[in-house]
């Protein structure tokens, strides 16, 4: 059984060096043991939060990475470089990323990048409305389908999906999806990756991201039944983050 998996995304966040060693200080001085925990700051700020030490249990992710190795790619980085940088994880195909023109195709490329050079992908896929029929799973179903398409059956079982509904980020923690959508949601991704895949595919960890704070963490993971969470706000605020991780570590 895998430990909970908590990542934390600090999007274009915060403003100074300075700022990221201190979150992450302040983050990493109380982890718990029960959770595994990736963060992921921009990459301008990577050596600096790799400077502080951290426990075995914790590991640094890229918010993104580029499908070719080398070359004439102004302002990119290369999977390869990330793992040799020290990642271990990469968020693919976030929101923010789709919604700037990430096509479905530039995310399954990246998908099998960042497998060749053994990063384990973090994919992110979501609905913008949620709807009473059930059209928004075709939806996901699409995006698992294409995201995954260039993978052999062998790699499905390491990589990570990320289920942000688009509709539900941002918001109060109040608004957040329910707990019950949240389980039917993870049933149907993990049930699309064994018709897929068959037995690789129940190796696939699922988590939950969108208004994800300290009061409904707890109820997220517990009765959504997911295997962890992706943070983004609330991972900038140290003591907010460790009240998350420390809720998530006690679910059994």
């Keep these: ?29 109380k982890i718990p043991r029960g959770v595994e925990v990736v963060l992921c700051p921009p990459n301008i700020f990577w050596s600096d939060v790799a400077k502080v030490k951290r426990p075995s249990n914790v590991f640094l992710g890229t918010q993104n990475v580029f499908f070719e190795d080398k070359g004439a790619f102004t302002g ?32 399954s490329k990246k998908v099998l990048a960042a497998k060749n050079a053994e990063l384990i992908p973090i994919i992110c896929v979501g609905e913008k409305e949620h709807d009473t029929q059930g059209l928004y799973l075709d939806f996901l179903k699409k995006q698992i389908i294409s995201a995954t398409s260039l993978l052999s059956k062998s790699a499905i079982k390491d990589i990570v999906i990320a289920y942000e509904p688009i509709w539900a980020i941002g918001k109060d923690a109040k608004n957040s999806m329910s707990s019950y959508d949240i389980h039917q949601t993870s049933l ?16 696939v960890r699922v988590l939950y991201g969108g208004s994800v704070a300290p009061e409904n963490c707890e109820e997220l993971v517990k009765n959504g039944e997911v295997d962890g969470l992706l943070v983004g706000h609330q991972s900038l605020i140290p003591e907010n983050f460790i009240k998350i991780l420390t809720a998530v570590s006690k679910i059994k």
Excluded at 6 to 19: F, G, R, S
Excluded at 89 to 107: C, N, Q, T, V
Excluded at 188 to 201: A, E, H, N, P, T
């Design 76 to 107: 990119e980085v290369s999977a390869s470089m990330a793992k040799e940088s020290g990642a271990t994880f990469s968020i693919i195909g976030h929101s923010e990323r789709r919604a700037l023109g990430e096509s479905d195709e530039f995310i």
């Design 1 to 29: 059984m895998f430990k909970k998996l908590i990542v934390a995304n600090w999007k274009m966040n915060p403003e100074t060096p300075l700022q990221a060693k201190t979150i992450a200080k302040g983050v990493l001085k």
């Design 188 to 203: 149907f991704i993990r049930k699309v990756f064994i018709d897929l895949y068959g037995q690789s595919g129940k190796g």
